[in-house]
């Protein structure tokens, strides 16, 4: 009372009794647990390269304490969360509890449809956590934090908050300068490599004793210790349990989510999207079921709708974004146009070149005309010893006075690039900011790829001149 008004709910909740929740008469896979995190470490992207923080989704199994599935995306979705079940499911069996929080990844048409949603095909119940109640997640919260920022202190690009500030700004600094002259930066962990270090953790994971699992005498050392993960489901396997699987022909469908729709006219819509299969065309103003695949918009899956269950009944089609739309001219004739247009840009481009070639030998004709012939001849007779000491003199002051050979002149950036491969010892700062600029540019570098340059090397090279 005497804080009642001066605490939130959650911090008198931590201060009230509580009740253990304990899962000793469970079987593995009842209940599954999901949370997602975002990583404390910056990772290259797998397309732009430059550094992101992914976002981590963790399934559980509450009983065992074992990670049984993961998923790697930019942020907590529906996406997500559906790859990251579907991991777990495949890998480990389909659990009868899905345990979450209230995040957006878990309360979305997708997952809570009735009829055509994830869980309800699955045959999962989906159970969400209370406000105020993280204690009672405490099972996925946990071992999420510490397999996670284990991982990511282990890599240079940590920027947790127990990161010293001095190493992290040096890191932070590094990264951005290599990006902005290179493109991309060598001391960002690439993503096939992050995919690689978070399977190892989770195995890592999964093989290290639980101080929440039970204990038992190791039969290698003679010593009793804790369960690991794995081991405390090895267990359960060989007191009886069996886990519920998953039909390999029927995982890729199994998993796909399916809406109610209307077809008209051998049409659907999804996704203000019309799909065409003439097969429709006898399901006319029938309510059927649209399944899809977020990476395949050009194309759905339609089945009957069972009414009996709820769910999706016999496949009638495979229905094509824009099946029934035919082309406003013919092929050939698109394409000789197109084709024609092209042809005209690069005559255009062919143009502009040789005006701007013309201009720039104009100018050094006018340049050359006004230097004088000393520059290019020297006409001036060379010394010998039976010449006066005034003379030798004279000569040498001459020599010294001459102004130094001109720089070497390039028609292209290419042309400077194969140039500089070849002689890097001779590269002055100002070809090597050109060349840092190529390198960071996407359209400069393919036009070195396509005439032949070796960008790597390049690269290379500019490292070592830095």
């Given at each position: 009372r005497r804080v009642l008004f001066r605490s939130g709910l959650l911090t008198l909740r931590s201060r009230m009794a509580y009740v253990t929740r304990t899962t000793e008469d469970m079987w593995p896979t009842t209940v599954y647990s999901a949370d997602g995190k975002t990583f404390d470490a910056e990772i290259a992207d797998p397309v732009t390269k430059r550094p992101i923080r992914p976002e981590i989704t963790t399934v559980i199994d509450v009983v065992t304490r074992k990670i049984v599935g993961i998923s790697l995306a930019r942020s907590e979705n529906q996406r997500s969360v559906a790859e990251a079940l579907r991991n777990a499911c495949c890998q480990n069996g389909i659990p009868a509890i899905f345990y979450v929080d209230r995040g957006p990844g878990y309360r979305n048409e997708a997952m809570d449809a009735d009829v055509?949603?994830?869980?309800?095909?699955?045959?999962?119940?989906?159970?969400?956590?209370?406000?105020?109640?993280?204690?009672?997640?405490?099972?996925?919260?946990?071992?999420?934090?510490?397999?996670?920022?284990?991982?990511?202190?282990?890599?240079?690009?940590?920027?947790?908050?127990?990161?010293?500030?001095?190493?992290?700004?040096?890191?932070?600094?590094?990264?951005?300068?290599?990006?902005?002259?290179?493109?991309?930066?060598?001391?960002?962990?690439?993503?096939?490599?992050?995919?690689?270090?978070?399977?190892?953790?989770?195995?890592?994971?999964?093989?290290?004793?639980?101080?929440?699992?039970?204990?038992?005498?190791?039969?290698?050392?003679?010593?009793?210790?804790?369960?690991?993960?794995?081991?405390?489901?090895?267990?359960?396997?060989?007191?009886?349990?069996?886990?519920?699987?998953?039909?390999?022909?029927?995982?890729?469908?199994?998993?796909r989510p399916y809406e109610v729709r209307t077809a008209r006219r051998a049409q659907v819509q999804w996704n203000n999207n019309l799909y065409f299969d003439q097969a429709l065309e006898a399901y006319h103003e029938e309510k059927v079921m649209v399944g899809y695949d977020y990476h395949q918009a050009d194309k759905v899956w339609v089945r009957e709708l069972d009414l009996e269950t709820g769910q999706p009944g016999r496949l009638i089609c495979v229905a094509r974004f824009g099946g029934n739309s035919e082309r406003y001219f013919p092929m050939s004739f698109e394409q000789t146009a197109i084709e024609g247009r092209s042809k005209g840009r690069?005559?255009?481009?062919?143009?502009?070149?040789?005006?701007?070639?013309?201009?720039?030998?104009?100018?050094?004709?006018?340049?050359?005309q006004h230097q004088e012939p000393a520059d290019f001849i020297d006409l001036a007779p060379r010394p010998t010893p039976e010449m006066a000491p005034v003379a030798l003199a004279e000569v040498a002051q001459a020599q010294a006075s001459a102004p130094p050979p001109r720089r070497r002149v390039f028609a292209s950036d290419e042309e400077l690039a194969a140039w500089a491969l070849e002689h890097p010892e001779e590269l002055i700062p100002s070809q090597l900011t050109v060349l840092r600029r190529c390198l960071s540019r996407p359209i400069s570098l393919e036009n070195l790829r396509a005439n032949g340059i070796d960008t790597e090397a390049l690269r290379t090279l500019l490292r070592a001149a830095a």
């Open positions: 055509g949603g994830l869980m309800g095909r699955l045959g999962i119940t989906k159970s969400h956590a209370a406000p105020y109640g993280s204690q009672a997640k405490g099972r996925i919260e946990r071992p999420n934090a510490t397999v996670w920022d284990t991982l990511a202190k282990r890599l240079p690009t940590y920027i947790g908050a127990d990161m010293d500030k001095e190493a992290g700004q040096k890191v932070h600094k590094l990264t951005r300068r290599d990006i902005k002259e290179f493109g991309e930066s060598r001391h960002l962990p690439s993503w096939d490599e992050f995919v690689r270090l978070c399977a190892a953790m989770v195995e890592e994971y999964n093989d290290k004793p639980h101080r929440g699992l039970p204990k038992f005498q190791d039969p290698d050392t003679g010593k009793t210790r804790h369960m690991s993960p794995n081991e405390c489901w090895a267990a359960h396997v060989a007191n009886g349990f069996e886990p519920v699987p998953v039909d390999p022909d029927e995982a890729d469908d199994l998993f690069l005559r255009r481009i062919d143009d502009k070149r040789a005006a701007i070639e013309a201009e720039r030998d104009g100018l050094l004709q006018i340049e050359l």
